[in-house]
């Protein structure tokens, strides 16, 4: 079975992480929720996710992919983070896709992992790269690094992951299940 591994702190975007791991779920991936906060995370808007396991518990080889929500605090959170920083770089050194949305490209950017072409929230651009910012594209594939915009296209990222982790007909088959006409 697939496994992807998406990681929270504070202040994490709900509406992205819930949409991810719901989606995911449904292309019968399996999803593991670490943090590198407190076990029940808060998000935003004060929602929190009980997680599965602590990042430092983590053992990349296991997963395929790593996905970062967005939230400007968790951006932040993960872009200090050096745990963070070593686990998406091992995820890159070893040809794994490596997802964030919103402003979490921040986070790919901080540990060098982002490549050239990629989209985010606007103005996080600013902090990145403003040369290669792919600002009227919802999802921006390059390689194995996916990005996308931030909360309203979500279901298009999830959806985007699901279809590089499982393949077209799945891909089809969420999609025509949460009637999505994107």
Not at 28 to 43: D, H, Q, R, Y
Not at 140 to 159: E, W
Request: glycine share 4%; hydrophobic share 40%.
């Amino acid at each position: 079975m697939t496994k992807v591994l998406i990681i929270l702190s504070t202040g994490f975007e709900e509406i992205e992480a819930i949409t991810i791991i719901d989606i995911l779920r449904r292309a019968n991936i399996e999803i593991t929720i670490s943090t590198i906060s407190e076990k029940l995370t808060k998000g935003a808007h004060q929602i929190g996710i009980d997680s599965d396991i602590f990042l430092k518990d983590v053992k990349v080889e296991d997963y395929e992919m790593v996905v970062l929500p967005g939230g400007a605090e968790n951006t932040f959170n993960l872009a200090k983070d050096e745990l963070t920083q070593e686990t998406l770089k091992k995820f890159k050194q070893t040809n794994k896709y490596v997802a964030a949305i919103c402003a979490a490209p921040y986070a790919l950017h901080c540990a060098g992992v982002l490549n050239q072409n990629y989209t985010c929230y606007p103005s996080f651009e600013k902090k990145i790269d403003s040369a290669t910012y792919k600002k009227d594209d919802k999802v921006v594939i390059d390689d194995k690094v996916i990005t996308s915009q931030g909360p309203a296209t979500a279901m298009t990222f999830a959806l985007e992951l699901v279809k590089q982790l499982q393949g077209e007909s799945i891909y089809q088959e969420v999609r025509n299940g949460l009637l999505a006409n994107l």
